[in-house]
């Protein structure tokens, strides 16, 4: 059995984590919250306190799920001489959302090092990755791909192979998410018009759920709303960072995204009213308050 390293032990990774295991993958993971390698510590779970102690279990893939730009460069470029050291035959799938500029330099940066780098941004979430029904959005080499379909299979039901080019499947993410936040928070105006109006809650989602302005999202999270539940999901401080994100990547190619630029002013909006740890569809709060 090939051994997986694991490192952000958030909502996807942590998942992630208890799906290898529950496949009887060896499993060492890592992350900079000692309060998080502690948790894992008390279920058992093979525990390193640094990407050294990673690399010592001589493991065949490192799957990374971390926050922003930031942590991913921080994390693996700036640890770059760490690997240069063990000088492992290491598959990299990173999961993160982030720009499509940043896996390129990550992908040149470690060109010299014996690391094959897959790009592998995912849609769904905490559930989904424990029961393994993510959809992957991939790009790489073909023969990464093909050698790496195993493990990619274990957490996601739905692969997309995008092509070689790494950043590619960075960027088919963002442009998801522009459509996810974008479709939620037309959902919740229009929501909240039907309540204005006095139509019931149930009423109104049994019948948009089966007509033409449905949508994934309606389905999946309109459902909270009726139960007055409004956990995350995907945070809207999460889907503002990528928001974000989306906005500084069209720039960086000239494109003007003015419907982005609206959709991520209404989840700014939502974050100064205190919502920015609850799930995206509390973005209808704006509208029935």
Excluded at 26 to 54: G, P
Excluded at 81 to 89: Q, Y
Excluded at 233 to 239: A, H, K, M, T, V
Aim: proline letters at 2%.
């Amino acid at each position: 059995m090939e051994k997986v390293g694991v490192i952000g032990l958030g909502n996807i990774g942590g998942s992630i984590v208890k799906r290898l295991i529950s496949l009887n993958y060896l499993v060492v993971v890592y992350d900079i919250d000692s309060k998080k390698r502690e948790e894992y510590r008390k279920e058992k779970v093979n525990v390193a306190n640094s990407i050294t102690e990673i690399l010592e279990n001589n493991i065949n893939y490192l799957i990374t799920s971390l926050p922003n730009d930031d942590a991913v460069m921080n994390v693996l470029n700036d640890n770059k001489d760490v690997f240069k050291t063990f000088n492992l035959n290491i598959t990299l799938i990173e999961l993160s959302t982030i720009l499509p500029q940043t896996i390129k330099k990550l992908q040149r940066n470690f060109t010299e090092l014996n690391i094959k780098i897959i790009d592998c941004p995912i849609s769904g979430g905490p559930i989904e990755a424990k029961q393994g029904n993510l959809n992957l959005i991939v790009s790489g080499e073909e023969q990464v791909y093909v050698q790496s379909k195993k493990i990619l299979k274990t957490i996601g039901t739905n692969i997309n192979y995008v092509g070689k080019e790494i950043g590619e499947a960075k960027a088919i993410k963002l442009i998801n998410n522009i459509m996810t936040m974008g479709n939620v928070l037309v959902a919740s105006e229009a929501f909240s018009l039907g309540l204005r109006f006095g139509i019931k809650p149930d009423t109104l989602y049994s019948i948009l759920s089966q007509t033409g302005g449905t949508s994934h999202h309606f389905k999946k999270r309109f459902p909270k709303v009726l139960n007055n539940d409004y956990s995350p999901l995907f945070s809207i401080r999460l889907g503002e960072k990528d928001l974000n994100l989306a906005k500084e990547w069209a720039n960086s190619n000239g494109f003007e995204s003015y419907v982005t630029n609206f959709i991520s002013e209404q989840y700014s909006k939502a974050s100064e009213k205190k919502l920015g740890n609850e799930d995206i569809v509390s973005i209808i709060k704006c509208f029935l308050n």
